[in-house]
């Protein structure tokens, strides 16, 4: 009997222990969602601007030839998928991998995978993917120098014909109970959408003017995608560890009732044998 209260005391302070750690990681991403998502807010409003800007300039912009519009040759898709540096977020990573997998499914073989953040890659390559490019160590809050550095590998591969199509698959961040895995193609640029104004007068025009636009929009989508995937990474976390720990104090509740009720059950048996070596006596 007290060999099990032993261990049951033993499993009561390791869940304990546990459950601190998980309120902590819990805070943590508390505190790191808020910071994320003031970052979001003023990101929206700057990519909203050069995408007004984008969609009234592209639709004047005369050199309907360039390979940004048309595409080239190549039957490749290259998709960047923009993942987490850190464990510990849920599913947030294997969803990625398999809305990718399911977009895909079939035609694995022409498709290439740029992986932003470490905790993606074993979920990829569990797919079967091939990755040109890995990554990582991307800070909490996303700059633009990184989103450059991805950036211009992504067009490098487009302009060479290595590939004929440019997708991101991110993690949209709607709510704190809302973000959805979306995958937007970049490249080539869509032109039957007509949102720009005829009265617009360009210089440079033809080829400087698309590679000037292109270069600010491309890396502006790119930046907004990799913020939203980090609001909603911490989000993920919160929940995740708002899960364990309350999964934590019904295990404690459990193992205190276990606790109590062989306690009692030891108390009662000694109460009897003492009752018993009474009535023994007399």
């Known amino acids: 009997m007290a060999a099990g209260l032993i261990e049951i005391k033993r499993r009561i302070k390791s869940v304990t222990n546990t459950k601190k750690i998980t309120k902590a990681m819990g805070l943590v991403a508390t505190s790191k969602l808020r910071k994320t998502r003031i970052e979001l807010d003023k990101n929206n409003n700057y990519y909203d601007s050069i995408k007004k800007v984008a969609d009234e300039l592209l639709k004047v912009i005369e050199d309907n030839d360039s390979i940004f519009f048309k595409g080239n040759k190549s039957d490749k898709k290259l998709y960047i998928v923009?993942?987490?540096?850190?464990?510990?977020?849920?599913?947030?990573?294997?969803?990625?991998?398999?809305?990718?997998?399911?977009?895909?499914?079939?035609?694995?073989?022409?498709?290439?995978?740029?992986?932003?953040?470490?905790?993606?890659?074993?979920?990829?390559?569990?797919?079967?993917f091939d990755t040109v490019a890995e990554y990582v160590q991307i800070p909490d809050i996303p700059t633009v120098k990184e989103a450059k550095v991805i950036s211009e590998h992504a067009v490098k591969l487009y302009k060479d014909d290595e590939v004929g199509e440019v997708n991101i698959v991110y993690t949209h961040f709607y709510s704190p109970i809302k973000q959805v895995v979306t995958i937007d193609k970049l490249l080539p640029l869509d032109r039957t959408q007509n949102f720009g104004r005829a009265d617009i007068l360009i210089e440079p025009k033809g080829k400087e003017a698309v590679e000037n636009i292109l270069e600010v929009f491309f890396r502006g989508k790119i930046f907004n995608s990799m913020i939203h995937s980090k609001v909603s990474e911490q989000s993920s976390r919160m929940q995740a560890m708002d899960g364990a720990t309350k999964n934590a104090n019904d295990l404690l509740d459990s193992l205190n009732i276990r606790y109590n009720r062989i306690r009692q059950t030891a108390i009662t048996q000694e109460i009897s044998e003492i009752v018993g070596g009474a009535e023994a006596q007399k």
């Open 82 to 128: 923009v993942s987490s540096d850190s464990g510990l977020c849920g599913g947030f990573n294997g969803n990625l991998a398999l809305n990718l997998n399911e977009k895909v499914e079939g035609n694995k073989a022409d498709t290439l995978v740029m992986i932003v953040g470490q905790k993606g890659i074993p979920y990829i390559r569990k797919y079967g």
